[in-house]
């Protein structure tokens, strides 16, 4: 059986696929920054081609380039997709970094670096098990697709002119996501959807500029007027009060209720590490994991206005502004939302407010009963041994909208990271041995998505 | 008469006098910045011991040095106080102004540069109207005390201890305050009183960092909690929602209203400036005048939580501030005010909110059935040949309480500045005219306070 050879070839060549994940981790490609982006999208293009995939930069009116690689099979009709980004998130604060962010470093059985988990060591993992096909029986067992874009850390603005216009190209019978791996426990975990996102910016303004704050009791101050604007948005018990703003929102049905009780929702060490004592409206167990993946939510991300500094100063502040996201559940859409927003903030008198729409992205998610999730779930199972951990949604979100709602197929999320990886903050870092079984699991996937 | 002897020697010597107040001005003396402090204390000293003062250094346990210098009368047991404050606003913005601001540059007939208006130009006009007396008559009408503080433009958080220290040193039967000055049409303006203020710092936390606001579902998030903390302070009518905010408040009396309608109030001319329509809640003429001095104010100076930087960032902060002031009319207190927003912020369901306190100054007036108000009024009228304008209140702050309830003795405010002075602002200038001439307006007003 040819999968035994695949698992040896991955085994006997896993330090070199280490190298070329260091050497990838090496490249900086921070979109935040635009800091090495062009560079980092030619290394993933050149990791391709050196296999023998078709490569070719995917571009639209604008945004980074988007690396696609493809590689037919000689026997079959069937083709996976996977979708990746090899951008990645700053690395400040840089201070409590162990090992420089982008040195690659190797130690205590882990590569350490920004991306090193998210998201370089999915590309690498998924490429080295299409690789080890390649060398082992001079074919894949179906059509590989790859579509790795550089704007995922800046919420992928400019993606969807891009899956319109390459719809063709992209076409496939289904998608891994990118992200994914095993728990404390050793289970391997499942994203079916992610939740939308909408980010906003509400700007209050005043006189054309600062006054001393003697002046009070006659000049309108901006702040205020934020203040109470985002007041009417939402209640001190969590309510959203834009009109009809829940009117598409479901409860989890039935079977994802199943689903979530198979969750290890770690909320004890969740409580200690955020030193809280106890979740929004003394939620807990499925009752928190429910509110955490099924209900929208309006965040404050930022605040701002007037004087910031030590102390006190006696000014009255001619601006002030407010950053905002709101996390959106499968039926909401981010224009309806955001036209809810204008039109209540307007009804209650707040229509001088300017509202600044940043990005968004569309909630999404891929039913439990699709045969795609039944696949991936067995072979995650059978390649880890242990029941598959199952997340019918996500509380995050990204692009999977584009893919879900253009190409009309399955996408569900599985990646090769552990529990300690540091995704997003310093020390970055994943662990060989799980790469390496990521490796094997993913080729397990691409065997067993060909039967 | 020796006052026509006073007034040729200050006309005299004016160009003298501009020297001195140009040998102030280019000594910085920023309290924000603790620039120039020591050194400008120094040099203020040093114009007094000239003038055959007996000059002391008042110290409390901290801040900067108060220069207190007295020369007493051989013919009066009466004695009049002049507060002043050596210390000026930072300069900034820099690039705004025609000249340096510490260069003292002498054009259009004006003194330009910070702290020429406020308050060096009060300080050395009324030296000079002592230093005419002594020059031309050997003697002082009556005893002269000078009290000029460092901390004015840092709303003189020491100056407490000192006054209560000095407080035998200090006594005298009446005191000039630091600023006023005349207006478009030459009237001079008398000010009886000042509001208080209580400044205050507001913070909220959540957990112990700043986690993805993927978490809003089930993770506090301190701005939401400020927000609401602050929309329970004061609603959308500009009314002050703390339980018993305004028990202590008065409206001006019959009396204080017939100045009031004396008061040219540049109503229009301010909503230019300001790019505004209407004045809050649409009050206009002597309404708003009522408003601006007898309404008490919970004004936000400042916000700050999170993300405040371009675009977006999906953060749940684990911080919220705000800096707020409370303007105090007579009666208030800013302990009483502190505490009851203490209890209110609690009663709100607030009471994890830190409150700190950053500085008070107490609300205070003169009568203006006082006899001295009706001195300072005539012997004004009498050197400016116009009606004085007399403000029973001004909407601005500082230590004049201090000096009224600890010396017991009536404080008018007047000065020698003029309406496009820039007080605060870059360009600040004072015309030498107006100086010469509140030169004199001071030597007359000690000389009628001899009588």
Same sequence: chains 1, 2.
């Avoid at 409860?251 to 979740?279: A, H, Q, V, W, Y």
């Avoid at 999977?400 to 903050?425: D, K, T, Y």
Wanted: hydrophobic residues 35%.
């Amino acid at each position: 059986m040819s999968l035994q050879k695949v698992y040896e070839y991955i085994d006997g060549h896993s330090e070199e696929f280490v190298q070329d994940l260091v050497r990838l981790v090496k490249q900086p490609s921070v979109s935040a920054k635009g800091e090495g982006i062009e560079e980092c999208a030619k290394l993933v293009e050149e990791l391709m081609a050196k296999m023998g995939f078709s490569t070719k930069i995917l571009k639209g009116r604008k945004g980074n380039p988007v690396v696609y690689g493809e590689k037919l099979s000689q026997k079959s009709s069937k083709t996976l997709l996977f979708y990746n980004h090899y951008d990645v998130q700053p690395p400040e604060p840089l201070e409590e970094w162990k090992y420089e962010p982008f040195s690659g470093t190797i130690a205590d059985g882990k590569i350490y670096g920004r991306g090193a988990s998210d998201n370089k060591g999915n590309i690498v993992s998924r490429l080295k098990a299409v690789q080890a096909f390649l060398e082992t029986t001079g074919d894949v067992p179906v059509n590989i697709k790859f579509f790795i874009e550089g704007e995922e850390e800046i919420g992928s603005p400019n993606l969807e002119p891009v899956i319109k216009k390459f719809k063709k190209l992209l076409s496939a019978d289904a998608a891994i996501w990118e992200f994914g791996g095993t728990d404390r426990r050793g289970r391997p975990h499942l994203y079916l959807g992610l939740k939308g996102v909408l980010s906003v910016e509400l700007k209050a303004k005043g006189a054309v500029k600062d006054v001393h704050s003697a002046n009070a009791p006659l000049i309108p101050n901006p702040a205020w007027r934020l203040v109470w604007a985002l007041n009417c948005l939402k209640d001190g018990e969590e309510k959203i009060l834009i009109e009809k703003f829940y009117e598409h929102v479901s409860p989890p049905s039935s079977e994802e209720i199943e689903c979530l009780k198979t969750i290890p929702f770690e909320e004890k060490e969740t409580k200690k590490e955020l030193g809280i004592k106890r979740f929004l409206r003394g939620k807990s167990g499925l009752e928190a994991l429910k509110t955490l993946l099924y209900e929208p939510t309006c965040t404050i991300n930022g605040l701002l206005s007037g004087y910031t500094g030590k102390g006190s100063k006696t000014v009255l502040p001619c601006e002030a502004m407010a950053k905002l996201d709101f996390r959106l559940v499968p039926n909401q859409s981010s224009e309806e939302i955001f036209k809810k927003l204008t039109k209540h903030l307007k009804r209650h008198g707040f229509g001088d407010l300017e509202i600044i729409k940043h990005g968004a992205t569309e909630p999404t998610k891929t039913p439990i009963s699709d045969p795609f999730v039944k696949l991936v779930a067995e072979t995650a199972e059978k390649v880890y041994g242990k029941n598959a951990v199952i997340y019918p949604l996500s509380a995050g979100s990204g692009p999977m909208h584009l893919f879900r709602n253009f190409l009309r197929i399955p996408v569900v999320s599985v990646g090769c990271s552990h529990p300690e990886a540091n995704a997003h903050a310093p020390n970055e870092n994943l662990k060989i041995e799980s790469f390496v079984r990521g490796t094997k699991f993913i080729a397990t996937l691409i065997s067993d998505f060909a039967q």
